[in-house]
């Protein structure tokens, strides 16, 4: 749904007398189904997410095909991408030993989260489409299986568990540092990895909807007063928007960082990774 | 005037989150602005910890709606 769409319909609904007529945004503006009804319909933004991902394996694939040593702009810029995850992520957090078995996902990760954010600006779609809590809980299974996965098979089940106790603690400190770090690593660990991306753009999207909407409701509805503030109104909303922007690209950052900082973790020997 | 006084809790939450953000990035800046080429080996680590006092903040907003 387009932003007019939506402030046409949220100032449609009628004006009680004192002002009491606006109505703030619900949670309900994240509900857009298209097709079917119920738990199987089809949502804007899985539509959205089919998008973006079949926009990104033809960009990537366009880009890379005819890879030069005098590089396009094209290229220039996808390098540039690439080589941020490379890097700036990968190689600093997992270690220059065994990164490049990785790069692959983390790029992957931070690419699609990336694009998937930004749809909560881009005009057309104006919705982001990790707000919606199956996206985040995707991607975050599959970082819960790789460093389980990673961990379990590098140190085999018992050491596994071994090596979340840090070595060189008293006996009788043991039992509750292993509690901990069994909790850390089997619920906060996903559960915040998840949540962080959710909370952010749904809680993102939320507040730029309400600066429009009441923006809307201001210079429409409003007497003389209310009109002249729609403008500091509707320029917060434009702040919004571009603080928004920061923050999808931080949080797909924060995402891939913290995703390789769990393999990176999974991949440290006994006692490593502190 | 009606509303729910979990709004009023969870912006009162938000606070301490909001704080420590602050502290990580002026410790961050304070530590470049000493050591400029450090710069690369500290921005992980802020922004690690960045994230881990925002996840107190989101986790306020989340347990909001489950109520």
Same mark, same amino acid.
């Given at each position: 749904?387009?932003?007019?769409? =939506?402030?046409?319909?949220?100032?449609? %609904?009628?004006?009680?007398?004192?002002?009491? /007529?606006?109505?703030?945004?619900?949670? +309900?503006?994240?509900? #857009?189904?298209?097709?079917?009804?119920? +738990?199987?319909?089809?949502?804007?933004?899985?539509?959205?997410?089919?998008?973006?991902?079949?926009?990104?394996?033809?960009?990537?694939?366009?880009?890379?095909?005819?890879?030069?040593?005098?590089?396009?702009?094209?290229?220039?810029? =996808?390098?540039?991408?690439?080589?941020?995850?490379?890097?700036?992520?990968?190689?600093?957090?997992?270690?220059?030993?065994?990164?490049?078995?990785?790069?692959?996902?983390?790029?992957?990760?931070?690419?699609?989260?990336?694009?998937?954010?930004? *749809?909560?600006?881009?005009?057309?779609?104006?919705?982001?489409?990790? /707000?919606?809590? /199956?996206?985040?809980?995707?991607?975050?299974?599959?970082?819960?299986?790789?460093?389980?996965?990673?961990?379990?098979?590098? *140190?085999?089940?018992?050491?596994?568990?071994?090596? *979340?106790?840090?070595?060189?603690?008293?006996?009788?400190?043991?039992?509750?540092?292993?509690?901990?770090?069994?909790?850390?690593?089997?619920?906060?660990?996903?559960?915040? =990895?998840?949540?962080?991306?959710?909370?952010?753009?749904?809680?993102?999207? *939320?507040?730029?909807?309400?600066?429009?909407?009441?923006?809307?409701?201001?210079? #429409?509805?409003?007497?003389?007063?209310?009109?002249?503030?729609?403008?500091?109104?509707?320029?917060?909303?434009?702040?919004?928007?571009?603080?928004?922007?920061?923050?999808?690209? %931080?949080?797909?950052?924060?995402?891939?960082? #913290?995703?390789?900082?769990?393999?990176?973790?999974?991949?440290?020997?006994?006692?490593?990774?502190? | 005037?009606?509303?729910?006084?979990?709004?009023?809790?969870?912006?009162?939450?938000?606070?301490?989150?909001?704080?420590?953000?602050?502290?990580?990035?002026?410790?961050?800046?304070?530590?470049?602005?000493?050591?400029?080429?450090?710069?690369?080996?500290?921005?992980?680590?802020?922004?690690?910890?960045?994230?881990?006092?925002?996840?107190?903040?989101?986790?306020?907003?989340?347990?909001?709606?489950?109520?």
């Amino acid at each position: 749904m387009s932003l007019t769409a =939506l402030a046409a319909s949220i100032t449609s %609904l009628p004006a009680a007398e004192g002002g009491e /007529g606006f109505q703030p945004p619900t949670t +309900d503006i994240f509900w #857009l189904p298209l097709f079917g009804k119920g +738990d199987w319909a089809i949502t804007e933004q899985m539509v959205w997410g089919a998008i973006v991902t079949a926009f990104l394996v033809i960009m990537l694939l366009a880009l890379s095909k005819r890879a030069a040593v005098i590089p396009s702009k094209g290229q220039w810029m =996808l390098e540039g991408l690439y080589n941020f995850v490379r890097n700036g992520v990968a190689r600093d957090m997992i270690g220059t030993r065994e990164f490049l078995k990785f790069v692959p996902l983390l790029f992957t990760f931070f690419t699609l989260i990336l694009f998937n954010n930004l *749809m909560g600006i881009f005009p057309l779609a104006m919705n982001p489409v990790t /707000g919606k809590i /199956g996206f985040p809980i995707a991607f975050t299974l599959v970082v819960y299986a790789v460093y389980h996965w990673i961990g379990i098979k590098r *140190m085999g089940l018992g050491g596994y568990f071994k090596h *979340m106790v840090p070595e060189g603690l008293p006996g009788w400190i043991v039992p509750f540092v292993g509690l901990l770090e069994f909790i850390t690593y089997f619920i906060t660990r996903p559960l915040t =990895l998840a949540l962080r991306l959710f909370g952010n753009m749904f809680a993102g999207h *939320m507040v730029i909807t309400l600066f429009v909407s009441a923006a809307a409701y201001q210079l #429409l509805d409003g007497g003389a007063a209310l009109k002249a503030l729609s403008i500091p109104t509707g320029l917060m909303a434009a702040i919004m928007v571009l603080f928004e922007a920061l923050v999808q690209f %931080l949080q797909a950052y924060v995402f891939t960082l #913290l995703a390789a900082s769990y393999i990176a973790g999974a991949l440290a020997d006994h006692g490593d990774e502190h | 005037m009606t509303g729910n006084l979990s709004l009023v809790g969870y912006g009162l939450s938000a606070i301490g989150p909001a704080i420590a953000v602050g502290l990580i990035f002026a410790a961050y800046i304070n530590g470049v602005a000493r050591q400029p080429e450090a710069r690369n080996l500290l921005q992980p680590i802020a922004i690690l910890g960045f994230a881990l006092a925002e996840a107190l903040a989101i986790f306020g907003l989340v347990l909001f709606f489950i109520k």
